[in-house]
């Protein structure tokens, strides 16, 4: 019996009449089929969004007209240089309707782009990725990047000169070793024994790493440990094992304490550290922290949508590399794609709309993105229908990414995963019109890894596709959902019994919002 399956005896045992929600409490950080996301958002959700005061930057002194016709891209692009340079500040962007014809790149920490409201302050851009900064050369804009983008300027640099471009390294690089593990660690642990505490500080956010070694062990571990039977492992070699974005598992996390011969994680780990698997630490590396965007709408060029995977790159606004930023209060309207995050941790993005038109992706979370969240979300449904060619990805997840969730949401589209070994993931007080398709390529591993839940969903059409997971994902929680009479029609990817859990299925559940209420019992609150 796998360490996954005793548990899940064990609890069966000790705890029979328990709901989910009172048997999570009782091993919060060990549950096999319900994930502790309560650290998901900006500062784990132990402190509020900021609302930064200054120095102030207003793009009207630098030439900003507003007017819907002048183009304003030098001005809001020099007023966000003057505040990063000035070590931060906030880009005041008044009323008005700017035009934009080229990126916004936010390439420093502190920086925060504020408008007068998203009914007040229009930022409208009339040129794509694709026209105002290069053509794709691997479809890249249907799934990354944005037009106002958040990355620092030294892995802008190295994804634009990498062999690879982008499906090199996208975040996460330029790190210096700190010291390996020496002991197996369980999961959700929070002591590390090391090897030398010299070079950690309490406060430093580091990057704990294990290497995917070719027996697929670590990606097995990924999808509770199921037996090797359970799936044709293997097949995600060409994928997993040789692009550097998949060779190792990056997880950022920040240090509470130095001891002797430990340090003490602020978070429990996710996965165990099994020294086959050559635990260690790094530094963190080039990111920015502290940036945002917040009070304003964004529109896009109408134009007719191209065919899956050829968008122009009309992308809103996209997190790359960062660490506790956010986009608040923000409507994208006729975009390929709305809002994005790769390679980055500690994201909220909160009162945040996605609006008209293709809509490829409206949330893109990707490549090692971990512990963020998008909370009091819309999806809305376009004014006029979409043609069958307009495949609608919804909630996209991949690449590693865990501890993410989505919350208190009203949606059209699809709960999509596209593969790669996404585990620990959150969806929790969603309505949904459930259309749309998941994606991703067939040799790049499944779509869920272990412990997805979807807590207190409700489903409009009826339909579970990506929904119902419990024959799907491994160790997974399916509370709540109403609205289904079936788990999802997907040919099952994994074989035998995948020890998931069912509960409340066509009734509201107790807690109503999974991730408020693990916070709130967190912090005792």
């Given at each position: 019996?796998?360490?996954?399956?005793?548990?899940?005896?064990?609890?069966?045992?000790?705890?029979?009449?328990?709901?989910?929600?009172?048997?999570?409490?009782?091993?919060?950080?060990?549950?096999?089929?319900?994930?502790?996301?309560?650290?998901?958002?900006?500062?784990?959700?132990?402190?509020?969004?900021?609302?930064?005061?200054?120095?102030?930057?207003?793009?009207?002194?630098?030439?900003?007209?507003?007017?819907?016709?002048?183009?304003?891209?030098?001005?809001?692009?020099?007023?966000?240089?003057?505040?990063?340079?000035?070590?931060?500040?906030?880009?005041?962007?008044?009323?008005?309707?700017?035009?934009?014809?080229?990126?916004?790149?936010?390439?420093?920490?502190?920086?925060?782009?504020?408008?007068?409201?998203?009914?007040?302050?229009?930022?409208?851009?009339?040129?794509?990725?694709?026209?105002?900064?290069?053509?794709?050369?691997?479809?890249?804009?249907?799934?990354?990047?944005?037009?106002?983008?958040?990355?620092?300027?030294?892995?802008?640099?190295?994804?634009?000169?990498?062999?690879?471009?982008?499906?090199?390294?996208?975040?996460?690089?330029?790190?210096?070793?700190?010291?390996?593990?020496?002991?197996?660690?369980?999961?959700?642990?929070?002591?590390?024994?090391?090897?030398?505490?010299?070079?950690?500080?309490?406060?430093?956010?580091?990057?704990?790493?294990?290497?995917?070694?070719?027996?697929?062990?670590?990606?097995?571990?990924?999808?509770?440990?199921?037996?090797?039977?359970?799936?044709?492992?293997?097949?995600?070699?060409?994928?997993?094992?040789?692009?550097?974005?998949?060779?190792?598992?990056?997880?950022?996390?920040?240090?509470?304490?130095?001891?002797?011969?430990?340090?003490?994680?602020?978070?429990?780990?996710?996965?165990?550290?099994?020294?086959?698997?050559?635990?260690?630490?790094?530094?963190?590396?080039?990111?920015?922290?502290?940036?945002?965007?917040?009070?304003?709408?964004?529109d896009m060029s109408l134009v007719e949508p191209r065919p899956h995977n050829q968008d122009h790159g009309f992308n809103g606004p996209h997190f790359q590399a960062s660490l506790n930023c956010w986009a608040r209060n923000v409507t994208v309207r006729d975009s390929d794609n709305g809002f994005g995050i790769t390679s980055s941790k500690g994201i909220t993005l909160t009162e945040v709309t996605v609006e008209g038109r293709a809509r490829h992706h409206p949330?893109?979370?990707?490549?090692?993105?971990?512990?963020?969240?998008?909370?009091?979300?819309?999806?809305?449904?376009?004014?006029?229908?979409?043609?069958?060619?307009?495949?609608?990805?919804?909630?996209?997840?991949?690449?590693?990414?865990?501890?993410?969730?989505?919350?208190?949401?009203?949606?059209?589209?699809?709960?999509?995963?596209?593969?790669?070994?996404?585990?620990?993931?959150?969806?929790?007080?969603?309505?949904?019109?459930?259309?749309?398709?998941?994606?991703?390529?067939?040799?790049?591993?499944?779509?869920?890894?272990?412990?997805?839940?979807?807590?207190?969903?409700?489903?409009?059409?009826?339909?579970?596709?990506?929904?119902?997971?419990?024959?799907?994902?491994?160790?997974?929680?399916?509370?709540?959902?109403?609205?289904?009479?079936?788990?999802?029609?997907?040919?099952?990817?994994?074989?035998?019994?995948?020890?998931?859990?069912?509960?409340?299925?066509?009734?509201?559940?107790?807690?109503?919002?999974?991730?408020?209420?693990?916070?709130?019992h967190r912090l005792n609150r």
């Amino acid at each position: 019996m796998t360490l996954f399956a005793s548990l899940v005896h064990r609890f069966r045992r000790n705890f029979p009449a328990l709901s989910a929600w009172d048997r999570y409490t009782r091993a919060p950080n060990t549950h096999p089929q319900i994930p502790n996301v309560s650290y998901a958002g900006y500062r784990r959700g132990e402190e509020p969004l900021p609302r930064p005061s200054g120095p102030v930057f207003n793009v009207r002194d630098y030439g900003a007209k507003g007017d819907g016709n002048s183009d304003d891209t030098t001005a809001l692009a020099s007023a966000i240089t003057a505040a990063g340079s000035a070590g931060g500040g906030v880009v005041v962007v008044p009323a008005g309707n700017y035009l934009l014809t080229g990126v916004l790149w936010i390439h420093h920490s502190g920086v925060v782009v504020r408008g007068a409201g998203r009914d007040l302050t229009t930022l409208s851009f009339r040129e794509s990725l694709e026209s105002a900064y290069r053509t794709p050369t691997k479809g890249e804009w249907s799934w990354t990047g944005g037009l106002v983008w958040f990355i620092p300027r030294k892995l802008l640099n190295r994804l634009e000169a990498a062999e690879w471009g982008w499906g090199e390294n996208e975040g996460w690089f330029d790190t210096e070793a700190l010291s390996c593990v020496t002991g197996d660690v369980p999961r959700g642990e929070t002591r590390i024994p090391v090897a030398d505490t010299d070079r950690f500080t309490a406060g430093d956010h580091v990057l704990l790493i294990m290497d995917n070694l070719a027996d697929s062990s670590l990606l097995r571990h990924m999808s509770g440990d199921l037996p090797t039977d359970s799936y044709a492992w293997g097949v995600e070699d060409a994928s997993l094992h040789k692009q550097p974005n998949y060779r190792r598992f990056r997880y950022p996390v920040q240090v509470k304490s130095v001891h002797k011969d430990s340090i003490v994680l602020e978070q429990p780990t996710r996965l165990d550290l099994r020294r086959e698997w050559n635990p260690r630490f790094e530094t963190l590396g080039v990111h920015i922290s502290e940036s945002g965007i917040e009070d304003l709408r964004i529109d896009m060029s109408l134009v007719e949508p191209r065919p899956h995977n050829q968008d122009h790159g009309f992308n809103g606004p996209h997190f790359q590399a960062s660490l506790n930023c956010w986009a608040r209060n923000v409507t994208v309207r006729d975009s390929d794609n709305g809002f994005g995050i790769t390679s980055s941790k500690g994201i909220t993005l909160t009162e945040v709309t996605v609006e008209g038109r293709a809509r490829h992706h409206p949330f893109i979370c990707r490549e090692q993105s971990h512990d963020n969240l998008v909370h009091g979300f819309t999806i809305a449904e376009p004014t006029t229908p979409l043609p069958p060619e307009s495949l609608t990805h919804g909630l996209n997840i991949e690449g590693y990414s865990a501890g993410n969730v989505w919350s208190k949401g009203q949606m059209e589209g699809t709960f999509d995963s596209h593969r790669r070994f996404p585990f620990e993931n959150v969806r929790t007080e969603i309505t949904i019109k459930n259309k749309g398709v998941v994606g991703g390529a067939k040799n790049a591993g499944p779509h869920w890894g272990a412990r997805f839940c979807h807590w207190n969903i409700s489903v409009t059409n009826g339909r579970s596709y990506a929904v119902r997971l419990e024959e799907h994902a491994p160790y997974s929680a399916m509370v709540g959902i109403q609205g289904t009479s079936k788990p999802s029609q997907q040919k099952p990817e994994f074989h035998g019994d995948l020890h998931t859990m069912t509960e409340s299925m066509g009734v509201q559940p107790q807690p109503t919002n999974l991730y408020e209420a693990q916070l709130r019992h967190r912090l005792n609150r």
